[in-house]
């Protein structure tokens, strides 16, 4: 079965510390995405990759950073920078562009817990 | 003004009733439309696709004006399981890929 996987769906963080989010996909699909959604709003972007080896911010990038050494896989680190970590984290991956339906593919995301 | 704006909601309405959400979007080179559903903690997935032509899919109707740059889904007989929150979804494509812009967001409850 073709799909996401980000883990782990549940993390606590003391103050001050780095973690990493894992998301890894076998769609086969170029662009992937890291959203942060906070408790009744919508999704906002942090990064994004339309390829292997580059990556771009989003509208909230700062506080985080994130690496596409492969197609698979596009980890998410928020680091004790970002002032306000707690939150539902979704990545998402999307078929090539001109392809397209243009549709997105979301893991059931990352829940983090700064303590 | 924002990207993708969507009724503030929620929305509470009885089981059979005939619900409409609008989303109004406001760049005019955005290119493909989309409804998603999310339910309570969860990821949010593809509810339709959106069509200039409208697009129907069972109970569910979704309109797109690229005139007035307004999108419309209309739930009709809602069952007490359509209770969730729809997200409206624009995207365009842009020379360095695809950009996603979400609404907020209406949450809608379906009362017995």
């Known amino acids: 079965d073709g799909g996401i996987t980000q883990s782990p769906k549940y993390l606590f963080r003391k103050e001050g510390q780095n973690v990493t989010l894992s998301c890894e996909q076998n769609?086969?699909?170029?662009?992937m995405y890291w959203y942060r959604q906070d408790p009744g709003q919508g999704l906002r972007l942090i990064y994004y990759s339309q390829i292997v080896n580059d990556f771009q911010k989003g509208d909230i990038a700062e506080g985080y950073s994130v690496s596409r050494e492969k197609k698979e896989s596009f980890p998410l680190t928020v680091t004790s920078a970002q002032k306000n970590p707690t939150a539902f984290y979704l990545c998402?991956?999307?078929?090539?562009?001109?392809?397209?339906?243009?549709?997105?593919?979301f893991g059931e995301g990352s829940r983090l817990t700064v303590l | 003004r924002k990207e993708v704006e969507q009724d503030p909601g929620p929305f509470n309405v009885p089981e059979g009733a005939t619900v409409a959400f609008n989303c109004t979007y406001s760049?005019?080179?955005?290119?493909?439309f989309f409804w998603y559903r999310q339910d309570c903690r969860k990821e949010p997935k593809l509810l339709m696709s959106?069509?200039?032509s409208g697009n129907e899919d069972g109970r569910f109707t979704a309109q797109l004006n690229r005139a007035s740059q307004y999108i419309s889904l209309l739930i009709r007989d809602s069952k007490l399981s359509d209770s969730a929150t729809y997200l409206c979804?624009?995207?365009?494509?842009?020379?360095?890929?695809?950009?996603?812009?979400f609404g907020p967001g209406t949450r809608l409850s379906v009362l017995p």
């Open positions: 979804v624009v995207n365009m494509e842009l020379n360095y890929g695809q950009n996603f812009v």
């Open positions: 760049n005019s080179a955005s290119q493909s």
């Open positions: 769609l086969n699909h170029d662009a």
């Open positions: 998402a991956s999307s078929i090539p562009q001109g392809a397209n339906t243009g549709e997105l593919f």
């Open positions: 959106v069509y200039s």
